[in-house]
């Protein structure tokens, strides 16, 4: 495969410029298997690659959070807010891919969501870790090397054939941790299976199937776990 490597170079420092904390690029070969509608070419049939930004969490709302409070400084910013910005970028980002010539589909960063389902139109966890940018963690996010579960991601499409980064091979969760789910406050993980309940995490955040937001974002399990609380850059 001949890769556009100065094409991927512009779209990384593009995104750099616009304050992306992480970027990365899979191929589209890395996403044999995925279920009938969660495939990319379900969305773009034409899609070579998929990039991946994402934004980190600021560390002081993020560290203040309890059951109780701070669940609205939450959901402006590390929901709402960053959800708003990573958007931008995506779009920015699509109309530059576009402007050279090739195709770009933005993938929304929360709804639309599938709403009997909880599911988005297409993962972004599996896109990231296609992506290089990380791995599943038992709390079920994306972890990092750089921010541990502390960032949302949004996900383009395209037609252009950009360089695919290295995928993360090693399990990044400490090994005897089980913190995210012991904190949960509706105990959303089966203990026997370890089945995650999502109605539950959904009712708790009180998700709104009328406009497919959650009102009361929750957090906890990001919170707790300790990888990447000292990043500061
Ligand atoms: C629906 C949804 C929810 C639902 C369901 C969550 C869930 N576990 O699926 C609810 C409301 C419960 C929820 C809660 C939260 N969410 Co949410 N949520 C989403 C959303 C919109 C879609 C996720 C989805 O489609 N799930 C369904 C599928 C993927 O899950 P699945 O059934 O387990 O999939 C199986 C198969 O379908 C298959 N599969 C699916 N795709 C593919 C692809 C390939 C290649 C293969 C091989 C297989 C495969 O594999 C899976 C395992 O068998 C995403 C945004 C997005 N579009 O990705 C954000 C997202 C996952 N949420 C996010 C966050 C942060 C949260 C919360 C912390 C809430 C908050 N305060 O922000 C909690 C955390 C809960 C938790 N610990 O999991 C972030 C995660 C960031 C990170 N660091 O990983 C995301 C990515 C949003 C974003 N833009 O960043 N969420
Ligand atoms: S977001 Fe809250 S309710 Fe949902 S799994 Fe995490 S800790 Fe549990
Ligand atoms: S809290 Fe512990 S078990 Fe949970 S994701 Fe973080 S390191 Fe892994």
Redesign the pocket.
Known sequence: MQYDEQLTCSIKKLAEDRDVDLVGVASID??????KG??PKDLLRTTQSVIVIARRFLNGILDELSPESQRLS?KHH??AHL?TL?TLTAFELGRFLEKQGNRAFV?????P?HAH??????????A?V?AGLGVFGK?????TKEFG??????TILTDAELLPDPMIEEDLCKEECFE?RKICPVQ?WDPESGR?N?PA??HH?K?NRSDQQ?KE???L??QVCPLGKEANE
Request: hydrophobic share 30%; net charge positive.
């Open positions: 890395r996403f044999e298997g995925a279920p969660f495939h939450y590390m929901y959800n990573n993938v929304q960063p929360t709804t969501y389902e909880f599911r988005g139109v297409m993962s972004h966890r599996h990231a296609r709390n079920n996010l994306v972890l579960p502390r960032q949302r991601f949004c995210c959303a995650f999502k995490c959904a955040q998700w959650c974002p929750c957090g399990c990001i």
